[in-house]
């Protein structure tokens, strides 16, 4: 983890963006091949340009706190990127954009810090990464209160945020900015997904009843599912209660769920507070009354709940066990790095930062605006989930949606606890620019305006 | 507002240097003595302060290949953290109550400040605001909770933190954005923004850790060293310290103890208000996680003990040494071991196990024993002049 000392601080960067200083980068920036030597054309910005042949990405994700064991596994995702970008492997090797060669001839360097799942720690972090390590990019989030809160001082330091795990609405929707973008699917897309397989499955005109936790995500995912549900399946909401965040005990809440009235459960609940609140719904013997629905699974949810899972209808943003060949590569280097397959967790960290670099590679240059030019709009299809498409209006990525179902213990293996139900097209799924949580964004400067 | 009291605090600061320094041979204790000296010394230590945790840390750093250095931006939340236990102190080491709910005060003043920021974006007023309901919110929670004392009185404090921590998250979030935080904050720099907070406060490129929020920082720490010193140093500060040493006493000799207990309280929380707007126009964003859950009251607590709850300015060593592990060494890779990543609490456990352990006066009352110590071996002038500004740099 060792890096290049810079004499030059981002600081002094800033104050000599003038002629002198851009003349003198120049000679480096020759050096780097890119394209023509691009690199002069522009003047200083965040840590932009970047000193030396290294370029630093910022890896900040929960190392401690309840989603840590996610975090984990980002890191794992972020750790096999760095590599693959040096030396090549994975989906380097099949992107066009990427040579295996490091980022427009520069090797990549990282450095890492602890969100701690906590907005300040978070900001904290990545604050020293900016202006300490001189990192261009930081990634990661997993939990919305903390991406939210890097793209925010991200925006401010013009430094570019790729934003891992996070659902709610409000990152590409009343909080979302210029600098950061989203390849996950959000708590709207998960209600559009679900509704519809829920409805054919268990038919319509049924009431149900929501629990939610208090927070950012969990205001946004009972909304959304209510929405849905109402206008796909036209079913009724008897009542959405809010639970508070980091609950142990919901049985005061899940036994004033109406067991005459109640045709269908949702369990608004991510991670730990999911591993309580499903196996304390089942142990109470609501499932016998009613069907139960947890919208957003994740590995250690369905982990610590796994004999509590079995026929749980939920969304998932990507699956291992995906066929396509994209999703192959990744699970097989993956799987040969770290020997376990990876959760969605860590393809989203993997593909954001490759994402990051092909975009510089596009745009021959680390300066934030023309990278963000290069991904606002951009279509690809080989992140493991068909055609995407990064949007230029709020920087949410328009893609497929997994519906899954959890498995009965009898079929569980250690790696496979869910299985794929239906992979919800991208058309079917979204909404416009000017409708649904786009509405409410506006992304802010480039900061070259 | 506060510049004019800096105007006159600078004063104090070149009167006292010089008698100081003119006296020269005179014994350490007698310098010690003097009521302006913590302030004097604060001064020196704040600007060395940067230099010391950016640059010369972050060579030492390259040198033996670990990210040890500080980062811009350190320095001052070092400060604020320090200004807010410094407050915190006069009620936990002198008046002897332990608050459990002084994130409420911490967190109330930034979301105030933060909100004022929208109408009039002026730091100084946000400070002033930010300290205002501080300490009109300060008023009745110390009416009801000093009633109690010990752990009830702890507890109360508690209750009343999470309250407030609650509706922010939830029923408050149209005021406060809720779980999304605040970001919106319209004060960038001095003067109407003409002086920006990350500008550098002087055009020397090797001091660009000096910036112009380290300078307000730094002037508002000068203020609350200033201010706590003549608290401390007045006869209503001896009572508070009487409190804490034996409050049936204090009785008896005919004080309202429930007053001196209250108004103990009220300017704690007058501290943690400043610190609290200064957070915000630090940070530019607050989230009701850092402003108001009991954890950041606990935090005030742990730095308070960490740095010593003995003197005026020891909690602000802890501050130090707290802010620094949370946000510096949770960065670092060790060679053989590897990233310390999450295990920064377990490296600040340790550090506080140990210097409770060891130190039970903390890290200041350490550094106190140790020039005690060294004067007493050489007696002479020199090593009471180096051992001085051995205890004001040490960390």
Not at chain 1, 234 to 254: A, H, R
Not at chain 2, 210 to 221: C, E, I, K, N, P
Request: hydrophobic share 40%; proline share 4%; aromatic share 10%.
């Amino acid at each position: 983890m060792a890096r290049d000392t810079t004499a030059l601080s981002r600081r002094d960067v800033l104050k000599t963006s003038g002629a002198a200083g851009v003349a003198g980068l120049a000679g480096l920036a020759g050096c780097t091949g890119g394209g023509g030597g691009g690199d002069s054309e522009y003047p200083a910005l965040g840590n932009y340009p970047v000193e030396g042949d290294e370029v630093v990405f910022g890896f900040n994700v929960p190392q401690s706190g309840s989603y840590s064991q996610e975090g984990a596994d980002e890191l794992r995702g972020y750790n096999l990127a760095k590599e693959h970008l040096n030396n090549g492997g994975g989906w380097v090797d099949s992107w066009e954009d990427l040579s295996g060669d490091g980022v427009l001839g520069k090797t990549v360097a990282s450095v890492e810090g602890d969100t701690a799942t906590d907005p300040d720690t978070a900001r904290q972090s990545a604050t020293r990464m900016i202006n300490r390590d001189n990192a261009i990019m930081i990634t990661g989030g997993s939990s919305s209160a903390t991406a939210i809160a890097m793209q925010k001082l991200c925006q401010e330091e013009k430094v570019q945020f790729m934003a891992c795990l996070t659902h709610s609405n409000d990152t590409t929707g009343p909080e979302c900015v210029r600098y950061s973008f989203r390849e996950m699917f959000n708590a709207y897309m998960t209600g559009q997904a679900l509704a519809p397989v829920l409805a054919e499955e268990y038919g319509e005109d049924l009431n149900f009843y929501q629990l939610y936790a208090d927070y950012s995500w969990g205001q946004t995912q009972q909304d959304s599912m209510n929405q849905f549900f109402t206008e796909v399946g036209g079913w009724s909401q008897i009542e959405s209660v809010p639970t508070p965040l980091g609950t142990s005990d919901y049985s005061s809440y899940l036994s004033d769920v109406p067991r005459d009235e109640t045709d269908v459960l949702v369990l608004n609940h991510y991670g730990l507070d999911a591993a309580n609140s499903l196996p304390q719904a089942i142990e109470a013997g609501l499932d016998q009354d009613m069907e139960i629905v947890v919208p957003l699974y994740n590995r250690l949810m369905a982990e610590a709940a796994a004999g509590s899972i079995d026929g749980i209808f939920g969304t998932a943003d990507w699956s291992w066990q995906l066929e396509d060949s994209a999703s192959q590569s990744f699970t097989e280097a993956f799987r040969s790095e770290y020997d376990k397959v990876p959760s969605y967790a860590a393809r989203l960290a993997y593909t954001q930062a490759l994402q990051y670099a092909a975009a510089c590679e596009r745009a021959e240059t680390f300066y934030p605006p023309e990278v963000i030019r290069a991904l606002e709009g951009y279509e690809y299809d080989n992140a493991g989930l068909g055609a995407e498409t990064m949007r230029a209006c709020d920087h949410q990525a328009q893609r497929d949606v997994l519906v899954v179902r959890g498995l009965p213990s009898s079929d569980q293996t250690e790696s496979r606890l869910l299985e794929v139900v239906n992979q919800t097209s991208r058309d079917q799924l979204g909404y416009g620019c000017n409708e649904g949580p786009a509405a409410e964004c506006e992304l802010g400067e480039y900061g070259d305006e | 507002m506060t510049d004019r009291e800096v105007a006159t605090d600078g004063g104090a600061v070149a009167e006292s240097g010089e008698p100081a320094s003119a006296s020269g041979g005179s014994a350490l204790s007698r310098l010690r003595e003097r009521d302006d000296f913590v302030v004097v010394a604060s001064a020196a230590a704040l600007i060395v302060f940067p230099f010391l945790l950016v640059d010369v840390l972050g060579i030492v750093g390259d040198v033996i290949g670990l990210s040890i250095g500080g980062y811009t931006g350190l320095p001052s939340l070092v400060l604020i953290y320090g200004i807010i236990v410094i407050g915190f102190n006069l009620l936990l080491g002198y008046t002897g109550l332990l608050s459990f709910g002084h994130a409420a005060f911490f967190g109330s003043a930034a979301y105030s400040a933060a909100l004022f920021s929208q109408v009039v974006p002026s730091p100084l007023l946000m400070v002033v605001v930010g300290t205002l309901v501080a300490t009109l919110l300060a008023w009745p929670i110390g009416f009801v909770s000093i009633r109690r004392s010990g752990v009830y009185f702890a507890v109360l404090t508690l209750t009343f933190g999470q309250a407030l921590y609650f509706y922010a998250l939830g029923p408050g979030s149209w005021l406060t954005n809720g779980d999304n935080g605040f970001s919106n904050i319209e004060a960038d720099g001095l003067f109407l923004g003409a002086l920006p907070f990350d500008a550098p406060l002087t055009p020397l490129p090797f001091l660009d850790s000096y910036t112009v929020m380290y300078g307000f920082a730094a002037v508002s720490m000068l203020v609350a060293v200033w201010v706590g010193n003549r608290i401390i140093n007045s006869p209503y500060g001896l009572i508070f310290e009487a409190l804490g040493e034996n409050e049936e006493r204090v009785e008896f000799v005919g004080l309202n103890v429930f007053r001196y207990k209250l108004m103990a309280f009220v300017i704690s929380a007058v501290f943690a208000g400043v610190g609290g707007a200064l957070f915000v126009i630090h940070e530019q964003y607050i989230h009701p996680t850092t402003g108001l859950y009991w954890i950041q009251s606990g935090d005030f607590v742990i730095m308070t003990v960490l740095g010593g709850t003995g003197g005026l300015v020891g909690p602000v060593f802890g501050a130090f040494v707290f802010e620094y592990v949370a946000n510096v060494v949770s960065g670092v890779s060790l060679p053989a071991i590897g990233s310390i990543g999450s295990l920064w609490r377990f490296v600040l456990g340790a550090v506080f196990v140990t210097i409770v352990w060891v130190f039970p006066r903390g890290i200041y009352g350490a550094g106190e024993d140790l020039v005690a110590m060294l004067t007493d071996r050489s007696g002479g002038e020199g090593g009471g002049d180096t051992a001085a500004a051995d205890g004001g740099e040490r960390e």
